[in-house]
Antibody
Framework: QVQLQQSGPGLVKPSQTLSLTCAIS??????????WNWIRQSPSRGLEWLGR?????????DYAVSVKSRITINPDTSKNQFSLQLNSVTPEDTAVYYC???????????WGQGTMVTVSS | QSALTQPASVSGSPGQSITISCTGT?????????VSWYQQHPGKAPKLMIY???NRPSGVSNRFSGSKSGNTASLTISGLQAEDEADYYC???????????FGTGTKVTVL
């Protein structure tokens, strides 16, 4: 049974970097048939796909145009996890952040528990 | 990339069937068979209910079914139960620079 466990701070100051980690159990971040995503949800923007990382003999990343200049998603094979970094945050980045993924590349079959991140000084 | 359009709310009585629509364009819903549906109860993470338009993951009740016609996908819940009361979101792969888009969400109320 695949599970995703998120960790990271719930409060970030404006202009700083939001950092979250998603630990995978029951599957591998290096799986040649899986994809690992970050998605956020806010009342103003609804559900918003942010980006993904996946391995197909080499590592690939895709990012949403809306955050492309500020986002990095990195796999960590030694810890079987992947991370989200979002730079230069503003209050508009306040949202519940979810990691999600699994073997269904074009759907999100496993979700983390969610992390409420507030951007405020 | 604009969000896919869903009705804000749909309601039905226990035992009835309801259908939620998800309207996009030929660049997303109409162009690919990668539409998925998610159920979200308050304070919880979304749960995958349907993938690739009409496939149910293991463990999801067969009361949930999906279909697509042109640029509109649909989720049907038959034999409505109190536990089905939740928010539902569709998602689709897109040919735009952002590969995935979600719907605006539909609140299902069981009367």
């Amino acid at each position: 049974q695949v599970q995703l466990q998120q960790s990271g701070p719930g409060l970030v100051k404006p202009s700083q970097t939001l950092s979250l980690t998603c630990a995978i159990s029951g599957d591998s971040v290096s799986s040649n048939s899986a994809a690992w995503n970050w998605i956020r949800q806010s009342p103003s923007r609804g559900l918003e796909w942010l980006g993904r990382t996946y391995y197909r003999s080499k590592w690939y990343n895709d990012y949403a145009v809306s955050v492309k200049s500020r986002i990095t998603i990195n796999p960590d094979t030694s810890k079987n996890q992947f991370s989200l970094q979002l730079n230069s945050v503003t209050p508009e980045d306040t949202a519940v952040y979810y990691c999600a993924g699994g073997q269904l590349v074009d759907a999100f079959d496993i979700w983390g528990q969610g992390t409420m991140v507030t951007v405020s000084s | 990339q604009s969000a896919l359009t869903q009705p804000a709310s749909v309601s039905g009585s226990p035992g009835q069937s309801i259908t939620i629509s998800c309207t996009g364009t030929s660049s997303d819903v109409g162009g690919y068979n990668y539409v998925s549906w998610y159920q979200q109860h308050p304070g919880k993470a979304p749960k995958l209910m349907i993938y690739d338009v009409s496939n149910r993951p293991s463990g999801v009740s067969n009361r949930f079914s999906g279909s697509k016609s042109g640029n509109t996908a649909s989720l049907t819940i038959s034999g409505l139960q109190a536990e089905d009361e939740a928010d539902y979101y569709c998602s689709s792969y897109t040919s735009s620079s952002t590969p995935y888009v979600f719907g605006t969400g539909t609140k299902v109320t069981v009367l």
